[in-house]
């Protein structure tokens, strides 16, 4: 178990910060907020945002993923000034609410990167994180399996359709996937 407390207000107006940045309806309502403990530190990241707080806190190194919105209805919603976090495995416990979270413990840093996004982030940034600076476990931590594998779809989808209309030019498709996948690395 790990516990961190953090003033309500501050957390509140930070994670308030990421709503005023434009992004599509549809992208931020499957957004999630990535949470790292370590010792006297919280740091929460969404694409094209990473705060710090420095807090009180008790256990090992932790990582939560949860959804934004839901994230921030829940510390809306806190009575209290000051907001106790108990991190379980699966769960987190805020005062007498406990609700589910993807959760994570390290006993140290090797695996805290949190994925760097911009905040109208594209298929080509989805797909450069693949290129050998994530591991594996962070990326299926963040949950970014699907969208990669939505974005070589969308891919392969959109190169088809360049040589569809540019094969009358004597463009091959193969010349069309190089020059894409050059631009990627």
Known sequence: MVTFIVPKLELLQNLKTFKVLKTKKAK??????EITVTE?????VL?????YMLCK?????????????????????????EAEFKVNQGEIT???????????????????RSIQL?????????????????TQEELDFNKMDS?????EENLKSNIFNAYR???????????????VHGKLK
């Open 57 to 81: 806190t008790n256990g090992s190194a932790a990582k939560i993923s949860i959804p934004y919105f839901y994230f921030l209805d829940i510390v809306k919603n806190l009575k209290e000034k």
């Open 28 to 33: 931020a309502l499957k957004l999630n907020c």
């Open 165 to 179: 209309r540019l094969r009358v030019y004597g463009v091959s498709h193969e010349e069309l996937e190089k020059l």
């Open 40 to 44: 006297g530190k919280v740091t929460v």
């Open 94 to 112: 805020l005062g007498i609410l406990t609700f589910n979270a993807q959760t994570w413990f390290f006993s140290d840093d090797t695996i805290l």
């Open 47 to 51: 694409p094209g945002v990473e705060f």
């Open 147 to 151: 969208k990669i594998n939505q974005a």
């Open 118 to 134: 911009p905040v109208n982030y594209t298929d080509a940034d989805i797909l450069r994180l693949r290129n050998g600076k994530y």
